[in-house]
């Protein structure tokens, strides 16, 4: 099977947390300018978010990339502690 005969496709799951929404986006646009189809999963409201910050971007115009959005339930969760003994963000503990 030689490269020509090869079928790729990419699948980007940014963790919001992380806070890489943005550049898994610049490089899902850069794979799919190689006609690699992307497919960009995630929960709506961090998809929308990415799409709303990337500037000059009109995601009708690539038919390589994929945006699958998924609902996320609600839970509760503490709200942010900006003065908690350790730094990591409790509200992102599912309890």
């Known amino acids: 099977m030689g490269v020509q005969d090869a079928q790729v496709a990419v699948v980007m799951v940014p963790l919001p947390a992380q806070g890489h929404l943005n ?6 646009r850069l794979i799919s300018l190689y006609n690699i189809p992307v497919h960009y999963v995630g929960a709506t409201t961090y998809i ?17 990339l994929h945006f699958h959005e998924f609902p996320t339930p609600l839970f509760e969760n503490p709200p942010p502690n900006p003065n908690a003994s350790h730094k990591f963000p409790n ?4 309890t």
């Open 23 to 28: 550049q898994l986006l610049h490089i899902s």
């Open 91 to 94: 509200q992102l503990i599912l």
């Open 48 to 64: 929308r978010q990415a799409k709303f910050r990337v500037h000059g971007f009109d995601p009708l115009s690539d038919k390589k």
